[in-house]
């Protein structure tokens, strides 16, 4: 007999949405988080707004989780790891790990919510000095300071006058094997950008940048106030190396619309970190056997006509899990990903009871 | 008692997804079609390769609409317009007209798939002379020549030697109102000119651009190739004006990363023409009372957490009838506006049960 429960791996946003969207049509869920709490990366990374309609991270991520934790359908598990997994669709045998406890569930289809970690600039990307200048920090570094509000020199504690971004930091790269494009660091550079300035109105700010992605509603709502309401500076150019100039950072490059080298002095350089896949997704694919691609995001072979479907029926994907997604992508994948699900479960459940 | 019936308005991408989605999950749906045909703007503009998959656009439409065609949850109305609408979420009553014939049929939740339709390049861009020259074509009017594998000077039905796409017309401009970003114009622009240089490999193309926004796997998938395999021209610069010089197109502008005037010559100029409201979208917006956004695209208030609800509660959006989207976000949002309604309906029928 089928069964029509569905596990959900992963409790940041694409998990949560899936799991409120499977209970909300009327079917059971084990949701199992690796981590102690819910709310994924942005809680786990101290996100502040969220990008693009600014609404604070904890909140959004706080309403998201009441929605599960107080679901009578939904059987929460944290501080649980799946570590197998057996038979097909309809009737998988999934082995979850919590602490000392082993427990094996039966269940009709799989949502993957595994999402993504940030690109490490101290791999492939030294001349930015990331690991050797205070100063130098990743977008999720600077998440963290805005979050507190309070936005300084690592390096002394004062207020910065001259901040810049650096984009691409990790993506459109093909000398480190990522040649995709991180999807959102355009966009969340742009709000930090506009977020600083609206706690520093003195301190200048620039992006650096090689094509600003501000693609859909991003262009009229961050990226034309970020230019003429904020007066963030947007420069094309290219940036080779960060020294430091005393007690300040000194970056060089090329300005690629004027032409020209440039040397320029920085108080704050925040390098725009693009997405890889997480540790989790990495292994967890390898658990379920499902088709990862060249850069270890899972593959999903139907493309743009079925952006949910991994390589094995049952199976789902929902978030930067597949790949770089923003929030819109990553809650229309779970609601998506909810439906083909619950579809898939209840679908084999007629079928069994046809040939009963 | 509230209806466990919902309506669907619109049979292109979005509302073949979310029907058979519906479907699938056991609710009856009603699917009303203005057209005689199901498939959409992909069928009514002859499109050739959808992006970024580049499947036949026939071929992908055919199967989305046999799963509809052939589902016996589904009653399919062709040349159907929704003309009014009363109630609320659980129990709306529709009136939908079938050429002399009205109909009123009560549905527990409506989606809406009634997307867009491409700017006109004659309202407000005169410059480029859509109107005026037989070699100025809209992204549209080459899709069409490319379906048919048939790419020649509509002038004088000579194969072209150099052929350039104007990236950004009628999008990104606060001159003709529509300040956002069309998202997918970069990415069909340069699947078109792979499709060109498949077709011509003598041909030299070009691609006149503001950024090139191949976001996420775009870049790797069309953009890298595009570049490398198909030596595709891409050429960051504007341009302010086109004439004719003997038979061919001379275009006028500036190479912005030269930083220098340049006019060349044309065979062909391609108008990468943006998404605005389709008509369809703009009535039935009106019809039900949701809110529309200052462009006349449907409003959906809770932002990137919840991108399929619009102003009324009960009432769905899904695709490029809520604004610039590709093939992925239109195929998520159906699949997670399907799950909506449906955990709608099912919620309210349970509600009633349970005071009855």
Redesign the interface.
């Known amino acids: 007999m089928p069964s029509e429960q569905i596990l959900i791996i992963g409790g940041g946003p694409a998990g949560l949405e899936a799991a409120r969207?499977v209970a909300?049509?009327?079917y059971k869920v084990v949701l199992a988080e690796a981590r102690q709490f819910l709310g994924g990366t942005p809680i786990a990374e101290n996100y502040a707004a969220?990008?693009?309609?600014m609404?604070d991270a904890s909140e959004?991520m706080g309403e998201?989780s009441a929605a599960v934790t107080n679901n009578p359908l939904v059987d929460l598990r944290l501080n649980s790891r799946v570590t197998a997994c057996s038979g097909s669709a309809g009737e998988f045998r999934v082995t979850i790990e919590s602490g000392d406890a082993g427990d094996v569930v039966d269940v009709g289809a799989v949502i993957v919510a595994t999402g993504f970690k940030h690109f490490d600039p101290g791999r492939a990307t030294q001349q930015y000095g990331y690991y050797q200048y205070d100063d130098v920090l990743t977008l999720q570094d600077a998440e963290a300071m805005l979050k507190e509000r309070k936005f300084v020199r690592p390096s002394n504690g004062n207020v910065p006058e001259r901040v810049c971004f650096i984009q691409c930091v990790g993506s459109?790269d093909r000398h480190i094997g990522n040649?995709?494009?991180?999807?959102v660091c355009c966009g969340i550079a742009s709000k930090q950008a506009i977020e600083i300035r609206q706690l520093l109105p003195q301190c200048k700010v620039f992006i650096f940048y090689i094509?600003?992605?501000?693609?859909?509603?991003?262009?009229?709502e961050i990226y034309?106030p970020a230019q003429e309401q904020y007066k963030v500076n947007y420069i094309?150019g290219v940036i080779s190396e960060i020294t430091m100039k005393g007690d300040r950072l000194m970056i060089r490059g090329e300005d690629?619309?004027?032409?020209r080298p440039m040397e320029v002095p920085m108080d704050m350089v925040i390098l725009s970190v693009g997405m890889e896949p997480s540790e989790g997704t990495k292994s967890i694919a390898s658990i379920l056997g499902v088709v990862q691609n060249k850069y270890g995001f899972i593959e999903t072979p139907h493309?743009?006509?079925?952006?949910?479907a991994t390589s094995v029926p049952g199976i789902f994907v929902a978030g930067s899990a597949a790949?770089?997604?923003?929030?819109?992508?990553t809650?229309?994948?779970?609601?998506?990903?909810?439906?083909?699900a619950?579809?898939l479960v209840?679908?084999l459940a007629q079928a069994q009871l046809a040939t009963a």
Chains 1, 2 share one sequence.
């Open positions: 969207g909300d049509l009327g969220l990008t693009h309609g609404r959004v998201m459109r040649e995709y494009c991180s999807k094509d600003m992605r501000m693609y859909g509603y991003w262009e009229n034309w094309k690629t619309t004027m032409n493309g743009s006509l079925d952006t949910v790949g770089p997604k923003d929030l819109d992508d809650i229309g994948m779970a609601g998506a990903a909810a439906m083909k619950a579809g209840r679908r």
